[in-house]
Nanobody
Framework: QVQLVESGGGLVQAGGSLRLSCAAS????????WAWFRQAPGREREFVAA????????DYADSAEGRFTISRDNAKNTLYLQMNSLKPEDTAVYYC??????????????????WGQGTQVTVSS
């Protein structure tokens, strides 16, 4: 059974940092594109960042560019999101997602078919 499990969320002050992790089990995700999405209360789930299976291609939402870094460790079947200079508007539940890919990265929620359960990130002002 495929499982994606996020961790690393929590409460942090504005300007602080957090590192999210997403550990996969049930299959090898080395040939999969991965992504992070987030969803704030009352809002739709939105794209944050994506990375190709090799790690050679990345894509960031404008809101994440320059502050967040997505990375992966295929040997550990784990995805990461380093978040720096956090702002109150970054408060949301963060989800990791995966889809089998030949090298492309995707921004759409419906592009991904494996999802984690989410981890809460709260940034206080």
């Amino acid at each position: 059974q495929v499982q994606l499990v996020e961790s690393g969320g929590g409460l942090v002050q504005a300007g602080g940092s957090l590192r999210l992790s997403c550990a996969a089990s049930g299959r090898t995700f080395s040939r999969y594109a991965w992504a992070w999405f987030r969803q704030a209360p009352g809002r739709e789930r939105e794209f944050v960042a994506a990375i190709s299976w090799s790690g050679g291609s990345t894509d960031y939402a404008d809101s994440a560019e320059g502050r967040f870094t997505i990375s992966r460790d295929n040997a550990k079947n784990t995805l990461y999101l380093q978040m720096n200079s956090l702002k109150p508007e970054d408060t949301a539940v963060y989800y990791c997602a995966a889809v089998r890919s030949g090298g492309s990265v995707y921004r759409g929620v419906y592009d991904y078919n494996y999802w984690g359960q989410g981890t809460q990130v709260t940034v206080s002002s």
